[in-house]
């Protein structure tokens, strides 16, 4: 009896809930790592002020996104880079970040009038990986209860090769409409070449290689489309002349690491 009195003594006294003390010792222990989570949110947010201007003009939420992200990659090239140098090495190894790629990203399309195509990329990204981070911050909490939001991450995390194949195609076909913003008067003339350049570094990229199979699909659905019986042999021979003059185009394939 005096057993069970003293246990139930020590249950009352465990503090129950949320476990914040742990919470802010996580937060210390990974400043960026938490700063980089709290931007990602930033950038849901602002993406649906954009597509649902409750909070203000379209235009002002669609710089935001792109500036938040243009923050996300600085501070990921500080993460895996370190201080800036001025070395050939360091620049070499610059550009073949990812972020540095993003980077590029949000610089040429802020720049550009608002493209809600453009948004998307951004915003998966910024999903995927916020749901990541999300996680690690409620196991932190401790508390299981929060299962509404644990269920929500789990979808995400389920769908992530959709998500980064959605991404990848999306990267493509901002491509050509470069070419329909010039024609349009909503983009200079060196909005596609620029384009192009980012365009090729996804597709060389060494971590990521979703942008280089998209590519790979893109051209097999094509070709298996070029080869049906009745198609037309003009469609068939515009068709070819696009994925020949994509084959051009196309960088060398570097090796690719594991995808981060």
Known sequence: MGDATENSSQNS???????????????IAHKIDCGLWAIRVLVILFSVGYFIPIFGSSQSAYNKVLIANAAISALRLHQRLGRVQLSRQFLSELILEDSCHYLLYSLIFLYVAPVSLAILPVLLFAILHSASYSLTLLDTLGQNSWWGCRLLISLVEFQSLNILR????????????????ILTGRAGLLTPFIYYNFLTQRYTSRRN???????????????????????????KNIIGSIVNFTLKLAPPVVQVQSPQ
Do not use: D, S
């Open 13 to 27: 006294q465990t503090p129950r809930g949320l476990n914040f003390e742990a919470l802010k010792v996580h937060v």
């Open 166 to 181: 959605l991404i990848a195609l999306t990267e493509i076909v901002l491509m050509p409409f470069t070419v329909v913003l």
């Open 209 to 235: 290689p979703y942008n280089r199979n998209m590519f790979h699909e893109l051209r097999l659905l094509l070709e298996k489309y070029a080869n049906k019986p009745n198609m037309p042999p003009i469609v």
